[in-house]
């Protein structure tokens, strides 16, 4: 059990995010100060094992805590949502590189952002096209990353790319390595800065990674375990990344129904809670919600020893994802119905919920391949069988 | 029985005895769908199945662990509907209804009606209660049937509807509204017991129903039934409160059945297209279509019984408000009636044209799950509970709008 | 018969006559509704509403003006199939097979054919296409049927399902896969008209359907059926673009009866909802959810009775796009019958319970409505042909996919 | 028949707007130099009657028009709309300030903004709360406006407000009025300028009235006809909002079918347009669409005239509206899920479309009241008895 109390530290932390929110969304500037408040509070510190100084948070706490972020501000949690999620996929895995990345977060504050998605792979995120080229001493790698969220406050970089082997085969490997802070010639470019609709907050730039020399020592794992890794850890991603979406959701609604209850029309005189079809809409908010939390924490609390199938197991963290981050989107389209033209305005943070909740249909893992694995899955089909579909 | 009470007397560990009636329940409702194939149409009362349910122990499940019973939780009753409804949906739905009454009864009343009442269960008994009143909308604040006091008892007088179970019933639990001047409704309701085969209790006009048709839900008539003090089965005003506290059991075990016929139209829909081929597709497995299709059932089907344990596991006792748990306890029945009825539909989709023939099994879940949001909390009741519980709106409060 | 050649005679005007066609079709409607109250659960063939469609003149509607026919256009068979399918699915659905193949065969054939078609559907004939061969997943390019050359003329063997209106046929349009060996699938298919009584045309299955069941949709055996070189209704090769010419029929008349469904579900619901009371409730019509569901039903229905209006009239013929025409034609039919779907589900919800009661016409409605996906273009070759259209990909290029 | 074919003249101008679009979105400017073209090119005087010198346009033509303009730039079209729905309903009102007005938007390029809703009347336009007090040779209002669409680029101000007749009830009364050019004391002040997460470049700033003096001669029409002449003339008003979210959602399924047709994923070789979980997704958006427009112009083609009970015929504009305004938002929405994360990026005009469609979810006529009412009407229930519902 972590001596800290992540949740109530979530809690505490959130009414400043909250109030910080609207700025950094309308400027897409980065909310350095939340993650130095992250940090300095030990929330960072939260995934990293007892061993190594961390609190050893759970999933449970993780996800919880994470709701409650992504209800101020959903950009910040997003943003550190590689981060406490990547540090315990690396503790799960172990070893000298994970041990000093685990240090680092509790000793020094370091902060990591992963980049896994590339321009052209779309979500499969198993084929980099990111080369890793051995050279003298580690390797030297050339690619493209998008969405490199957290960039802007990250020391560390975790990064995948393929490696060749000696079958001339491309096997995905992973780097977890320092931020070069020299910002020229360092080979991390920032190709084109992030711009965009929704979480506009998280810095998730695109990268150009040009001749980019990393030590051997920065090697995560071994050359090609990667997949079954992320297989075997995915609850740790795909559960964090849906709780920042639930709690998107879980904020709309209560917005949406304070704001219900505290406007009066001249017209009726009696708050609008008062008029059955915002309390019918407002009952299906409530309803789906109860649904998208069952489901997250069902996949939270389900077995994710290595008794289970890999596959099935991914493809069970994969289906709630795409089940539920569509129940958040849903949740948010029926607020802004209930909250009326009000709903647009910049003002009502409700406008950049549903910018920000829309993001939960577009990250990994695709709910078109979700789906289809699971659809094969069932029906006896292998998932990589070639042609992928007959007919 | 002999299964229940043969496991109590071994003092045989409570998991094994659960897995045992788990085992039971699947292997009965292979059983069951067998059966269902042949009388659906028809409309034949499962009876048999009743007995089977009683000879497995399975209709003894909530009794009390005092009475050597295996006082089975919520979510325990729950799972065993759902797997029944994998075989037959009147079936589960008339074990619901037993379970709805064996299961809430039995921490609300006294040592002697509780002997008398689980004391009939372990043995074979069979509770249903006939709750629909004549022309009350399913609202049971508002009884048609009228108790009148008549010497230290009470005469009964209504129609009663929707009496699903009848034909294997050892006991009813019929309520009406104590005539009392001094007693408005709501609390005014009451609640009897009444045994199978009393004078006054006769059917009126028998089952012939569009969904659920085996469930023999008659329509009954009730005609100066005479009860003594002592069938009453809570003091004055106590049953509505009752009633209210006890929601959850008929909200979630309605819940159960409607999951459970979800599940085994997925299943069907797996079963027709895995493996199979015709004379322009060689392998329907591997259509696109039917593998979106599988997966969104999967993806729905998890979300229904994630939510559906979550409610039965942590949202079983009222707190202070008891309005506003009923209002949550909504929640799970809401979304599971519905969601089940977009699954079969999708289900029926993969199976295609070849379900259109008679006497498919698929059609037989298209019918049956069509009650779902008719049974009470309906659609609107619930979406009303719902949405004015969230606004922090007393559901019961007048006038209910502008 | 008499109706529609009086009209002839007496040089009618067009507009009268339609709106005589219409009020006839409207008042059988209503009985034929009745009739189905008696006759559903049986699966009764509508024998006797084909005869009053008949003697109305309805079937014959798309004689050829030169043969004195009415010469209905697809708008108009559409509404004719509309309206009858707010009495009764299993009539509306016969006749639109036979609405599809009069009205698009018309144009097709030569003089000869023309007459002997249209003359014997002038005099009360009935034509039906039992167009599902046996394991071939509705896939008409690749026939099980197969048509064997023998002396000048054919022979032809297979087993056909769904041969809806076959005991009040006499014509049966019947697609075969000629077995020359220079033809490859789909241009081997033929089709041929025969006779009704025909020796080689047998019964092999009764229908006995879930939805649709008065349909008297038969699985036919055809052995050894001899047919004159003459019944080969379109030169070797072309039958497959006549089929494909003509899809906007299907699809078109077949989503008109399930808007009809839903339309008639919309009725009942307000029918079963105005001016009604229960104990607790004074006025059903007054309560925020009945009058959300239905001003939601009547945007839905506005909504398909537009899009299938705008598409028969103005996508009604080819242009040189011929298989995006047909991805086109798909779209009403696709909307409609998923769609109605939903407004019969809600229509029942705002019914409730009593439409559960047996013999009710909700729950017929219910189960005839689920036949919509299942008909062909079904939903997934809808997406396909829709989407791939949409993105400039040829639906029947290969492969389909990755 | 008009002699300009403004359909084809949107045509024309629909490219240059789109490309002003992202600018105007991320400042929240108003599209000044596109109302100029408007008003250079002669489509202002769409609707106005040819008597007056104007086209004289169809209702079809307009819409048509409109769904054009909006498919290149949202707020543009959103902020004309007013003028060219707003002069075809006041040309069929008649008199001298619909004459006025007529011949200044020919010969001196006037352009209307209009003002009907308010803080705390909802969607219930005919209860103004905005009053017009009798003066010695006018009235003058006080009140507040808000959503007061392309008010930066009007030059007259089409208002509402509520005269207490001889009985004490308050009636509403519309009038027709020269903007103030006088910013300081004019009594018309911008309380709160436009400043939302869709429709960005509209203009639709809140208004405070205080005082605002107008000539009698201002008044349009008679004291109470204001709510019948608004229901005969709804088709105006809801089919030309309307047609503004189905040309955003038919340039949304454009913009998606080109951008799978052209992108490759390096994974799978071929454009995505040939993955069939693209192919059944655009499908759907096709379908929703073709759906979209046959209602739309099923009500544009409807009979308008006095023939038709207008409160029936208010109330199928109305269901029109709601039922295709909700299809519009289901279509960019499942666009965003085929587009994929880069839908979200600024460069990428989807993701301006999922802000500006759901504002057909927001404006006027309320989904909950055209439910209400249709159903009423259905089920034989006065749609104004009190209590508004029983149970």
């Given amino acids: 059990m972590p001596s800290t109390d992540y949740v109530a530290l979530a809690r505490e932390l959130a009414p400043v995010f909250a109030q910080r929110a609207a700025a950094h969304d309308k400027e897409g500037s980065f909310p350095q100060e939340n993650l130095d408040d992250l940090v300095r509070s030990g929330y960072t510190a939260m995934t990293v094992p007892t061993r190594f100084g961390g609190g050893g948070a759970t999933l449970a706490q993780l996800c919880q805590a994470q709701q409650i972020l992504a209800g101020a501000c959903a950009s910040t949690a997003f943003a550190v949502n590689m981060h406490v999620h990547g540090l315990a996929m690396l503790a799960e895995l172990g070893g000298a590189t994970t041990e000093w990345a685990c240090r680092s977060v509790v000793e020094d504050g370091a902060v990591i952002a992963g980049g896994f998605s590339e321009p052209g792979i779309g979500g499969n995120w198993w084929h980099p096209t990111t080369t890793a080229t051995p050279v003298a001493g580690g390797y030297e790698l050339n690619g493209r990353k998008g969405f490199f969220t957290g960039f802007p406050g990250a020391t560390l970089l975790f990064l995948s790319a ?27 470019r920032v190709s084109s800065a992030w711009d965009a609709a929704g979480m506009r907050a ?51 609604l209560e917005h949406v129904a304070a704001s219900q209850r505290n406007r009066t029309l001249t017209v009726i005189g009696k708050p609008n809670a008062h008029l059955p079809g915002i309390q019918f809409r407002v009952a299906e908010m409530a309803t789906k919600l109860a ?39 849903e949740i948010v389209t029926i607020g802004m119905q209930v909250q009326g033209g009000s709903a647009l305005l910049s003002a009502d943070p409700l ?13 990994p893992p695709a709910a078109d391949v979700a789906l289809e694995w699971a659809g094969k899955q069932a029906l006896g089909v292998p998932v990589f069988d070639e042609p992928r579909w007959v007919g | ?37 042949d009388n659906y149409e028809r409309g034949r009362f499962v009876s048999e199945n009743i007995e089977d349910l009683k000879a497995a122990g399975i209709t003894a499940i909530n009794v009390p662990a005092e009475l050597g019973g295996f006082d089975a939780t919520l979510a325990e009753n729950i799972e ?36 008398r009442v689980f004391g009939a269960v372990r043995d074979g008994g069979f509770v249903i209660g006939p709750f629909t009143d004549e022309s009350s909308g399913s609202n049971w604040t508002m009884p048609s049937t009228v108790a009148r006091r008549h010497d230290d008892g009470f005469v009964i007088d209504g129609v009663k509807h929707f009496a699903t179970g009848y034909e294997a019933a050892t006991h009813l639990l019929v309520t009406a509204g104590l005539t009392d001047e001094h007693l408005t409704p709501p609390f005014n309701l009451a609640a009897f017991l009444v045994e199978a085969g009393a004078d006054g209790v006769s059917v009126q006009r028998e089952w012939g129903g569009f969904a659920m048709p085996m469930t023999g839900s008659h329509s009954l008539a009730i005609k100066g039934l005479q009860m003594d003090a002592e069938d009453m089965l809570f003091p004055e005003g106590i049953a509505p409160l009752f009633v209210m506290s006890r929601q959850q059991w008929g909200n979630y075990c309605f819940a159960a059945v409607f999951l459970g016929l979800a599940e085994r139209a997925y299943e069907l829909a797996v079963e027709r297209t895995r493996g199979r081929s015709n004379t322009s597709i060689s392998d329907l497995a591997r259509l696109p279509g039917i593998q979106f299709a599988v997966g969104s059932m999967r993806g729905s089907l998890a979300s229904m019984r994630s939510l559906l344990h979550r409610y039965a596991t942590e949202h079983v ?46 059609g037989q879940l298209w019918r049956d799950v069509k009650a779902g949001p008719l049974l009470p909390f309906t659609n609107d009741i619930c979406r009303e509970f719902i949405g004015k519980h969230t606004l922090g709106i007393n559901p019961i409060e007048q006038p209910r709008w502008l």
């Avoid at chain 1, 490997?173 to 991390?188: H, I, Y």
């Avoid at chain 1, 998208?292 to 991914?314: F, G, K």
């Avoid at chain 2, 739905?93 to 809430?104: D, E």
């Fill in chain 1, 351 to 363: 406008q950049r919920m549903y910018r920000d909740v829309v993001t939960g249909l577009l990250v």
């Fill in chain 1, 291 to 329: 649904v998208a939390e069952a489901h997250l924490n069902a996949a939270i609390d389900a077995d994710h020893s290595t008794d289970v199938d890999p596959l099935a197991h991914y493809i069970d963290m994969s289906l709630m994802k795409t089940t539920v981050s569509s129940l958040c989107q």
């Fill in chain 2, 80 to 115: 065993i509907i759902r797997i029944l409804a994998h075989g037959c949906g009147s079936t589960a739905f008339t074990f619901a209804i037993h379970a709805v009454i064996t299961g809430s009864l039995r921490t609300e009343i006294g040592r002697a009606t509780k002997e």
């Fill in chain 2, 317 to 362: 006792e009222p707190g202070d408000d008891l309005v506003g748990f009923v209002a949550q306890t909504c929640i799970p029945k809401y979304y599971v009636v519905n969601e089940a009825e977009q699954v079969v539909a999708k289900a029926f989709n993969v199976i295609g044209g070849s379900g259109i023939q008679a006497g498919s099994r698929i």
């Fill in chain 1, 202 to 252: 998280t810095g998730s730039h695109s990268l150009a990674l040009e001749n980019f020399f990393i030590p051997e020592r920065y090697l995560v794992g071994e050359s090609g375990s990667l997949p079954m890794l992320f297989m075997t850890g995915v609850h740790w991603a795909w559960c964090s990344f849906t709780s920042v979406f639930v709690g998107i959701a879980r904020a709309a």
């Fill in chain 2, 1 to 37: 029985m002999k299964g229940a009470i043969d496991m109590t007397d071994a003092q045989v560990d409570r998991a094994e005895w659960w897995r045992q009636l788990t085992e039971t329940a699947t292997a009965l409702a292979e059983v069951f769908e067998k059966r269902s194939l």
């Fill in chain 1, 162 to 188: 393929s490696q060749t082997d000696d079958r001339g085969i491309g096997q995905p490997v992973a780097f977890l390595v320092p931020k070069p802070t020299d910002s020229t010639d360092s080979g991390v």
